[in-house]
């Protein structure tokens, strides 16, 4: 293999970020949990279009975290769960891990997302409380379609929006449209913290839960009124109003430092938005003839962290990958692809497979796709691809 000239991916924390935060730290800051965190869920927030944000270690942190909260909300009728087959690990386990009954469901043939014929079967099947949605590799799903059966059939929606920051529908951000959302501001995403992960949503009591959950389930940092209505709801008495466990919490806070700086990579978000989406749109017209990408939905707007693609067969894929290794593009097949066929979840359901699913997690692959990646290093990776495809 040859060294590495086109990476999958790259930091978005650059020199510029480094001095930053060197010049803080010099201040002798503190470093735990505290305002800085406050202001940067709050920056968020704006910058999202939602109410409320909750900072934590990171997007799979997020995505318990609102299990967590369906959980512990009193509106669950049932404890099942629709989750994606096409998604990442801790989109599914948390349900495991907190008594869930996941029920997986198809991909669509063009998101990638969940699919909505099959979803509303699993609807009508199962009538479960909660649905969690992945907008895949920051490719908006048909969310319309999705907003329309949650109002058909009553569930709660988790938005999983980890690999989308800045993809929007209709021109409104994914992340919105749930009544939980989570975000991943982990290396090679939109942004990055180092680690971390958010929680928005623009409901007061699950904001209120998540603070709880968040930092071992008490009430510490929670307003006065909050926390009084809750002591007193509790017959608590003042004299131990600090250290108060109302829920079953965990420890899932991040610090001071990155949320300093996240709150500068934020600035940065639109010219990164610009950069991924024209990159992205330059793959898919390249070699649209050839291979199959991703189409968003209707009225929408990518913001890829990679291009994801099918290849015709997996001899193909295989062959694509290779040229890429020997031309020192960095690739990695479909992460996951079909999460039915993965080890934790077949050794606790068996496989589960889908036709769209199977052939993405068989003949999928990425792309390169970061903010310093321009057109004309694009369209040398497209030409070795066509070098494989003829």
Known sequence: M????????EDTIDSADLDRLIAWLQTNPRLTLGDVTAEFESKWSRWLGS??????????????????VLKTSGRLRNMKVVVPSTGWVT?????????FEPILC?????????????????????????????HVLGVPARVDEVLKLKDRYGFLLMEDACAAIGASCENRFVGTFGDLSSFSFYFGHQMSTI???????????????????????????????????LMARHRVDDFHQPFVFYEAGFNLRSTELNAFIGIGQIDKLPQIISRREENHHRYVSRLRSKLQ????????????????????DPETRRRIVEAFESGGVETRLFTAGN????????????????????RIYHTGFFFPNHPS??????????????????
């Open 2 to 9: 040859k060294p590495i000239r086109y990476a999958l991916a």
């Open 51 to 68: 109410s409320h944000s909750v900072f934590c270690n990171s997007g799979s942190s997020a995505n318990l975290l609102m299990y967590g």
């Open 91 to 99: 989109t599914v386990s948390p349900a495991i891990q907190l008594g």
């Open 106 to 134: 198809e991909s669509d043939r063009e998101t990638f997302a969940l699919d909505i014929d099959h979803l509303e079967s699993l609807l009508k099947r199962h009538s479960p409380s909660a649905v969690i949605l992945v």
């Open 195 to 229: 680690e971390g992960g958010m929680v928005s949503t623009s409901d007061p009591d699950l904001h209120e839960t998540l603070l709880m959950l968040r930092s071992h389930g008490w009430g510490k940092d929670l307003g006065r009124e909050s926390q009084a209505r």
């Open 293 to 312: 990408f991703q189409v968003p939905a209707a009225g929408s707007r990518v913001c890829s962290i990679h291009t994801a693609a099918l290849a015709p």
């Open 339 to 358: 999460l039915g066929l993965h080890p934790f979840w077949t050794g606790r359901y068996g496989e589960s497979h889908f036709p769209n699913a199977d």
């Open 373 to 390: 990646l321009g057109l004309p290093a694009v369209d040398e990776i497209c030409a070795l691809a066509k070098s494989v495809l003829g």
